[in-house]
């Protein structure tokens, strides 16, 4: 039987390095994730004053995050989930550069130190192979996210002050992300890319823990949008940022026995720096994102 062209690709992708096609995934999924989402942005902006073009600019830029998270479960599905979780950051660096190079804004030394750490970073952490995991302690995965919702919403209905709860909301916001992650992981330790894509693209549409994620990341945007009507997104966005890249390499260490390398943790180390320089300490009018 003569194979498609989509299908010779696949098969090619299939073919290459497993830390490459990781590596390759992760930085495109999470790249066009950041971009599509400043695209949504610009699009919802544009409506007022110009609907057709906002709304072709606003479904493309949302197509565009539906082919981030088919690239990020690939990732997340034949290689470690820790290392691609921690490569959230990469989606931040991609805009930075995005923002230099189409958007023309100025992009200083600290901008350009990050986004360097984040490369190598990427790099170290995706070209070192990963022993196979062997199975998954479900149980803990329960436990965690049970334990992470309570107390987080506990200890946002309990705290007193405005922009505290915004905080304690995005690390929630951050955590259920990363949860997606993890029950992606769940969901595709059974597939294989060399079962072809037809096959592989039927089991992704029917797998349980797979569509729990779609849920879980549905329900994470959701409580983010709360969290910013609490507070700056100044304040709000390293609180997220920091819980979806530090929750995953947790709990791949702990429910998938993913076993890292030392230079595994330097890579994760220099991805995690590198994104909160990014995110952290850039000063923004007080009035720009709510109440202080």
């Not at 823990?209 to 910013?228: G, H, K, N, R, W």
């Not at 991805?271 to 720009?288: D, I, K, N, Y």
Request: contains cysteine; proline residues 4%.
């Amino acid at each position: 039987m003569q194979r498609t062209r989509a299908t010779r690709l696949w098969y090619l992708f299939a073919s290459m390095s497993t830390s490459i096609v990781v590596l390759l995934c992760a930085v495109a999924g999470y790249s066009i994730l950041s971009i599509s989402q400043a695209g949504q942005k610009i699009g919802l902006h544009t409506i007022p004053d110009n609907p057709r073009r906002g709304w072709a600019i606003w479904l493309l830029a949302t197509s565009g995050t539906v082919v981030s998270f088919f690239l990020v479960l690939v990732a997340i599905g034949i290689g470690s989930v820790s290392l691609v979780g921690a490569m959230t950051g990469v989606g931040m660096a991609a805009l930075t550069v995005f923002s230099r190079f189409v958007l023309h804004e100025h992009v200083g030394r600290r901008e350009i130190f990050a986004v360097t750490a984040i490369g190598v970073g990427a790099g170290i952490a995706g070209a070192i192979p990963l022993g196979t995991e062997a199975g998954a302690r479900t149980a803990v995965l329960y436990w965690m996210v049970g334990a992470v919702i309570v107390a987080y919403g506990v200890a946002a209905v309990g705290v007193g002050r405005r922009h505290h709860r915004g905080l304690i909301l995005g690390g929630l916001a951050g955590s259920m992300a990363a949860f997606s992650q993890l029950f992606q992981k769940l969901g595709t330790l059974s597939l294989s890319v060399h079962d072809g894509l037809g096959p592989l693209l039927v089991s992704v549409a029917t797998n349980r823990p797979i569509l729990v994620s779609i849920v879980i990341t549905v329900s994470s945007m959701f409580v983010a949008q709360v969290a910013y009507t609490r507070g700056q997104a100044i304040r709000i966005i390293p609180s997220y940022t920091a819980h979806a890249s530090a929750v995953p390499v947790v709990g791949g260490v702990l429910i998938f026995n993913e076993h890292l390398q030392p230079l595994h943790w330097v890579g994760i180390a220099l991805l995690f720096a590198g994104t909160m320089v990014l995110v952290v300490g850039r000063p923004q009018p007080a009035s720009a994102d709510g109440p202080v």
